[in-house]
């Protein structure tokens, strides 16, 4: 007569059920995202995404200067020294807004701030010193988050500064323009 | 000894192997710990967003869940010289605390991103500047 091994079937039964639940657990991922870390970039990657993002604000820095300088170049109907006043004052906004910028990006790499002062002014006289000069094209690279949003704003304001400034050079002329009364943005590229 | 007994024996040796190949066809060998890099994933959805992170894919749950998440948005008024920005899930007004769940039958597709690609470089230096400011 055959007997059944209740012992050995129970204990197969457990067996199997724990291999079931592990391999259930397993292919969730959960393990394997513990188990793995994250990769984090190194130095050479994150001061490539730097220049990236020092280019693409320079970009921008690039498109709203020559905007203010081809608005102040029309025949307008505001006297020139009110343009003038008007053109110089958003190139310093723009200039400041840039150097802000810098500083921001220095700062969430880690930099001191007297580290990111200086880093924002070389890298301003770097910029300023290729901006005459044909760039060669290249490869596009997708900033990390922190470094879009530098660009972002700072490009956002950029272009506020501009379109004020472009509205106010186009007004029609008035005895008192009085361009310091509008409201100016922060300029401050950070979120 | 008899026949049953051989039968038996023999039953009990077939377990294990049939098992294992029966459970194993059912795991994504991507999934399993310390095999290889980390692993970010790509979920594209119905609608046309898309989203990346750390996948949690329970088989017989209705969604899936992604931390560590990111995402794309139009970037084509800046001067990047992408038409796409990528942003990290979290900064939202709602503060998004933990994974994100995202139903099953929203989801067109789910494929891993590659560890040399323009996200995985984004997001790994997004890391190194995270470590930086904690620092």
């Given at each position: 007569m055959f007997v059944l091994p209740v012992g050995l079937v129970v204990r197969t039964v457990v067996v199997v059920l724990a291999a079931f639940a592990l391999i259930g657990v397993i292919a969730t991922g959960t393990i394997a995202r513990l188990a793995g870390g994250a990769v984090v970039a190194d130095p050479a990657t994150v001061a490539a995404q730097r220049s990236v993002a020092e280019r693409d604000l320079e970009r921008g820095y690039e498109q709203a200067t020559g905007q203010v300088r081809k608005a102040r170049g029309l025949n307008l109907a505001i006297s020139a020294q009110q343009a003038d006043t008007i053109a110089n004052k958003a190139l310093a906004d723009l200039f400041t807004l840039r150097h802000s910028a810098l500083i921001t990006i220095s700062q969430s790499i880690g930099g001191s701030a007297d580290a990111a002062e200086s880093y924002a002014k070389s890298t301003e006289q770097a910029l300023d010193a290729k901006a005459a000069q044909p760039q060669p094209s290249a490869d596009p690279v997708l900033l990390a988050p922190r470094f879009y949003a530098i660009v972002s704003r700072f490009n956002q304001l950029a272009t506020q500064l501009t379109d004020q400034a472009v509205a106010d050079l186009t007004q029609a002329a008035s005895?008192?323009?009085?361009?310091?009364a509008r409201p100016t943005p922060t300029p401050s590229p950070t979120r | 000894m008899t026949t049953r007994s051989s039968v038996w024996r023999i039953a009990r040796w077939l377990v294990v192997p049939v098992a294992a190949v029966v459970l194993g066809a059912t795991v994504d060998p991507a999934a399993l710990p310390f095999s290889g890099a980390e692993k970010i994933y790509a979920v594209f959805l119905l609608d046309g967003q898309a989203y990346f992170g750390h996948l949690e894919d329970v088989p017989w749950s209705d969604s899936v869940t992604l931390t560590d998440s990111y995402y794309f948005e139009d970037a084509r008024k800046t001067t990047t010289e992408l038409p796409v920005g990528l942003l990290k899930r979290g900064g939202e007004l709602h503060q998004p605390a933990d994974g994100m769940r995202i139903r099953?039958?929203?989801?067109?597709a789910i494929e891993r991103v590659g560890p040399d690609s323009p996200v995985a470089r984004a997001i790994e230096t997004q890391r190194a500047i995270d470590r930086g400011a904690a620092r």
């Open positions: 005895p008192a323009p009085t361009p310091s | 099953r039958d929203k989801i067109l």
